[in-house]
């Protein structure tokens, strides 16, 4: 199955909206957790979280992320 490329944003039709992945809490992979708009202006996000659906949460700047020691 060849990749069409990535789904257009429609709360700005200038984005494509790209998928995110997480891990669980006991590490297993977590695929399309989060979509987000290519668009920084934009800033449209969709998540999945305990199964419920959030629709445009703030989006955090990670460069002050420290991360976690394991």
């Known amino acids: 199955m060849e990749h069409?490329?990535?789904?257009?944003?429609?709360a700005c039709s200038e984005g494509?909206?790209?998928?995110?992945?997480?891990?669980?809490?006991?590490?297993?992979?977590?695929h399309y957790k989060a979509w987000v708009c290519s668009s920084p202006?934009?800033?449209?996000?969709?998540?999945i979280r305990n199964g419920d659906v959030y629709l445009n949460e703030p989006i955090a700047n990670?460069?002050?992320?420290?991360?976690?020691?394991?």
């Open 16 to 30: 494509s909206l790209l998928p995110l992945s997480d891990f669980g809490s006991q590490g297993a992979p977590i």
């Open 4 to 10: 069409q490329g990535w789904p257009e944003c429609r």
């Open 41 to 47: 202006g934009c800033g449209f996000n969709i998540k």
């Open 62 to 70: 990670g460069s002050m992320h420290t991360p976690r020691v394991r």
